[in-house]
């Protein structure tokens, strides 16, 4: 009798014993410089999608959502294959990539490139998953994997934040088959710690409609690719910001195994470029492009061992350090490690940053390879 009545105190207290809420992923930290106050879904109940379908719905309705994801969400053959022709503008070898077709692009660009009759691929990457406004979508440890298809901000879309998340293989063989992150005519997004890799065209791309204001920190650009542009194992299209009136923080990103477009800056952006690092560029390659109408404030980066910083240098670049009368502080040094010129004297960029309230500088970007990219916070 005695052992039952001990028995029965051990349910009830197991009974009475409050639950223990199992790990769940959050937001960790707060976006910097143009982003700043974005606050994604806010405190609504976090939902965890099991299926693609369940996904996609998530991210595109018109309700304030915070999404977790546990698991990988693989899109390469929820929408079939389609087959196109298309053209070999850079080479015909296995390492080269192909250009499909896309709005006869090979005829209207290409025409003397050697076509290719026939291309099959993932119909599913073309287009991005389209992400509604006030959205928080966040990776559980390095378990946040979407597979095959990109992320798309656009037509007003307003209040994101895309954390701890790693997007892959997205017809990486061909070029137009589809970009990694897409924001174009949106407002207040803000991009962390997401890992990009095998994709067939831009990893990260602000199209030509405003996108306002838009922070890029902590993220990784892996161009490690076994077919490309340059037909060498380095990825050619890697990050396009276009926008007609634009400002980016790009801060303490980790670009590596790319040929250009490291960015490519044009339309009438303000880019802040601080804190990043910039490692094995192909030495026939290049980092930056700056095509006229872009204003860049570039301090505290690394450059180690990239031959050409930057090709291309049409816009306005400010690299000094006289920074006070803009930013209210000196501005940081870029660290050339083993690297060609980097060097921009265009002081009047820093009137873009009146009354912003810009990122902060550190000394040191050689941490960045090792905190950069998914899983790591």
């Known amino acids: 009798m005695q052992r039952f009545a001990i028995a029965l105190l051990g349910v009830s207290a197991a009974l009475a014993a409050p639950s223990i809420p199992s790990k769940r ?49 693989d899109f390469t053959k929820t929408e079939g294959s389609k087959t196109d022709s298309g053209c070999s503008p850079w080479g015909t070898s296995s390492q ?19 076509t290719v009759s026939s291309i099959t691929y993932n119909a599913a990457g073309v287009e991005g998953i389209k992400v509604g406004s006030d959205k928080t979508l966040v990776g559980q440890g390095s378990k946040g994997v979407i597979k095959g298809k990109g992320l798309r901000m656009a037509n007003g879309v307003k209040n994101v934040i895309i954390q701890n998340i790693h997007v892959t293989e997205i017809n990486p063989q061909y070029v137009w088959g589809g970009d990694g992150i897409t924001i ?42 076994k077919w490309s542009a340059q037909c060498n194992a380095y990825h050619y299209w890697s990050v396009l910001f276009l926008g007609s ?53 570039a301090e505290g980066n690394t450059f180690n061992a990239v031959k050409t910083p930057v090709s291309v240098s049409e816009g306005k670049l400010y690299t000094g350090t ?13 660290n050339l490690s083993g690297s060609g010129e980097f060097s921009g004297s265009d002081s009047d960029v820093l009137s873009s940053f009146s009354g912003a309230k810009p990122a902060a500088a550190e000394n040191d970007a050689s941490g960045v390879p090792s905190s950069a990219g998914f899983g790591k916070i």
């Not at 410089?33 to 991210?59: N, Q, R």
Request: aromatic share 6%; charged share 20%.
């Open 25 to 73: 992923a959050t937001v960790s930290g707060s976006a910097e410089g143009f982003a700043a106050g974005v606050t994604g879904g806010g405190s609504a109940a976090a939902v965890t999608p099991k299926t693609t379908d369940e996904l996609v719905s998530y991210l595109g309705d018109s309700e304030p959502r915070v999404i977790i994801l546990n698991q990988e969400f």
């Open 96 to 114: 080269c990539q192909i250009a499909i077709n896309k709005d006869d692009w090979c005829k209207n660009y290409q025409s003397s490139a050697p």
């Open 184 to 225: 174009d005519g949106a407002d207040m997004i803000w991009i962390d710690h997401v890992k990009t890799s095998l994709i067939g065209r831009q990893h990260i791309v602000l199209g030509e409609s405003s996108s306002g204001k838009v922070t890029i920190s902590n993220s990784e650009i892996d161009g490690t690719t």
């Open 245 to 297: 009136d634009d400002t980016v923080t790009f801060k303490g990103n980790y670009i590596h195994n790319t040929s250009g477009r490291g960015p490519k800056v044009g339309g009438k952006t303000v880019l802040h470029a601080v804190n990043n690092y910039w490692g094995d560029i192909d030495p026939t390659g290049h980092a930056f492009e700056i095509d006229s109408g872009a204003y860049i404030l």
């Open 322 to 334: 006289d920074c006070s009368s803009a930013l209210g502080r000196a501005c940081v040094k870029n």
